[in-house]
């Protein structure tokens, strides 16, 4: 069969008649291949398994000379499904990474509380726990594109951002065994690094679903997501799931640590600013085709990327091949889970022009993900953090994809 | 608080009063704890990162002469969620692991089709993809149990099956785009690797569920689970879900290959053989407590386990505390996914009397896991395959864990 020539299948049938234009038949009778292949053993087993020699997909790592208080970035171009491998998760330290011993570490419940506790892990370990899907968003996320410009990547757009299984004991649990006082109303998570990372939480979200984790993806968290016990806070800003948990005392009202006051605010145009905003608003980025990758031929390819918000599910994602001006419902993976990555396709058939790729998702609450203008708007130019603006890709006619 | 005096929580309420009686409050008044902790900065952010050096665990190597022929055993007692984390998944090679270049490798789809087609993998990764959550058992998972004795851990006895969300192309779209011809019923599926480990596979089921799987929990699937490409055939025993993927053949019947007819068969007691069984059986496993663990008090701990079918979701997963006299329905992790781990959890308050766990599990086509007497009864005792009985384990009044 030559390329191009009639082909009668699934592809054709569906309208996708562009389809797989790179697929070939070898020089020889393909036939032949029944005698090819490698001839020698290959590696033995081991007990503890590495990626491939030929995957280089990294964590983007930040020019900077305080790396114990910097972020990495995840490799969202280059993911598959909803799971971030837990050797590619964001990073954002404020004091580096602590080596915590986990037959040393502790959790001190305490404030305004009937029966201060204190929690070994294996005592935690033995409580009743839950696992769920949920992704972790750092609030500088997206800092980027409040410039025009925007990041080249959408690692570098978007790479703040990562999605796991987490398990561990519901903080609602502890609170309870400690007894919460009346006059309680928030709470402060202390993190056991140098810094003593810590925010203020209102009680009602620990009542609601937080989790006191100690499981990511099947394993322990890694040391940089908290081992060995951090918050998640679903679909709350990333800071708040503070790793390397110690501490967790209930008070009356917010701290005003350090950590809350100085960040994660953003200043309005009318000169005050919005604090404790929280909740991660719903966002989405087209994964492939984008930022530095290149289609090589002209035909099908299947739009993908990844959307999610703090408000529970995703409902919906449109996708325009136009640059805005029409838009078409992507396919959503199924099971969605509440607060966590949503992995949406869409068949596209690409005639070899330049055009203008852009996704907007919808959550179950209704809410509608901004462009840029509308977040402008809305927020003014001022603000540094909690940029969830739909994300223009450009393709071009080389087939070469770049910030729009 | 001293241990012991009166709480009125939550695990009060909910009957488990002698719940975390490993909590305690620390030698100091609790609220010291604020000014302790750590003062030095962590490590600073990586690109790719490690598990913490706290963490030991590590798949099970066999003692044997040919480590390229076969298998190492996935740490389930250590297991959270439903995930196994790559680098612990279970491992069986007939000929060690291929290291395969992904910018080399392709899969020729020949046979009884109307157009013989090779697919290099940048061809596969532009196709429509699903991602799914599955699990994968090798047949000879359980191979110890049908021994009296058993095996004295959930490694060593339950190990050879492990779970990931695998991203790939459905089968049956390369099939329709090759053309597959009336007289094809089955397919051959041909790895890469030296010995060019093959299964016959009715056409049937590759219209079903069948994926081209180039994606493992996010990343690219790891060079012991068939980089960069394997069949997964959803609840078929681990070896029909060929990895290094390099060849599909439509076929009229059944190839016998070598790799069917010397193994995977079990031998009934009227002298015939079963063969090309496929489906894997309910089977359910407790992961805490179980064996080579050790319960350090008495008092409240949360029983939990794993149980999978090849037929669909697990309904419900009954346990016992009582050695087999009374049962009581575990909570199962939502959501469930179709032939895939399911997490079951089941409050317990051990008494520090010696008694036996077991857990049974149904799944959605009504099958219930047997237990040993009753897989003997309709098996005989010459298979060496496929043993899903349910796996008692025996606690000691020291905590300790045994096999029963």
């Known amino acids: 069969m030559k390329k191009g020539s009639n082909r009668r299948g699934f592809l054709v049938s569906a309208g ?114 839950v696992s769920r899907v949920h992704f972790v968003e750092c609030s500088g996320n997206g800092r980027s594109e409040w410039s025009p410009k925007g990041a080249p990547d959408a690692q570098r757009s978007h790479g703040l951002a990562s999605c796991s299984e987490w398990t561990g004991v519901p903080l609602s649990l502890l609170l309870a065994e400690a007894g919460v006082q009346a006059a309680a109303k928030w709470l402060l998570a202390e993190g056991g690094d140098a810094c003593k990372m810590s925010r203020s939480i209102p009680l009602q979200k620990a009542n609601d679903d937080i989790l006191v984790a100690y499981g990511q993806n099947g394993e322990a968290i890694r040391p940089e997501q908290g081992y060995p016990l951090r918050l998640v806070v679903p679909g709350w800003e990333g800071n708040i799931n503070v790793k390397w948990l110690r501490r967790i005392k209930l008070v009356d009202g917010p701290v005003m640590t350090k950590d809350e006051t100085s960040k994660y605010t953003d200043l309005m145009p009318d000169g005050k600013a919005r604090i404790f905003t929280f909740i991660v608003d719903a966002k989405s980025v087209i994964t492939y085709p984008s930022g530095g990758q290149k289609l090589t031929a002209k035909g099908f390819h299947e739009i993908s990327g990844l959307a999610w918000s703090g408000r529970g599910k995703i409902e919906r994602v449109e996708i325009s091949t136009d640059g805005g001006k029409t838009w078409v419902n992507a396919k959503l993976e199924e099971p969605r889970h509440r607060m966590a990555f949503t992995r949406f396709r869409l068949p596209w058939t690409w005639d070899g022009s330049e055009t203008i790729l852009v996704s907007r998702c919808t959550d179950e609450s209704g809410y509608v993900q901004p462009d840029r203008d509308q977040l402008i708007a809305a927020r003014g130019k001022n603000s540094d953090y909690h940029n969830n603006a739909t994300k223009p890709w450009l393709v071009k006619a080389d087939g070469s994809v770049t910030n729009a």
Chains 1, 2 share one sequence.
């Open 16 to 129: 996708l008649s562009a389809a797989i234009t790179g697929c070939k038949q070898g020089g020889k009778p393909a036939t032949t291949a029944e005698d090819e292949g490698p001839n020698r053993l290959g590696k033995p087993v081991s007990e503890y398994g590495q990626r491939s020699q030929f995957e280089k997909s990294k964590r983007h790592l930040p020019d900077t000379k305080t790396p114990e208080a910097a972020s990495t970035r995840t490799p969202l171009q280059d993911s598959y499904g909803i799971l971030t491998p837990a050797a590619l998760h964001f990073e954002r330290h404020h004091s580096g990474v602590p080596a915590l011993d986990p037959a040393q570490h502790q959790l001190l419940v305490h404030g305004l509380v009937d029966r201060p506790l204190i929690f070994r892990l294996e005592d935690l370990k033995r409580l009743p726990s």
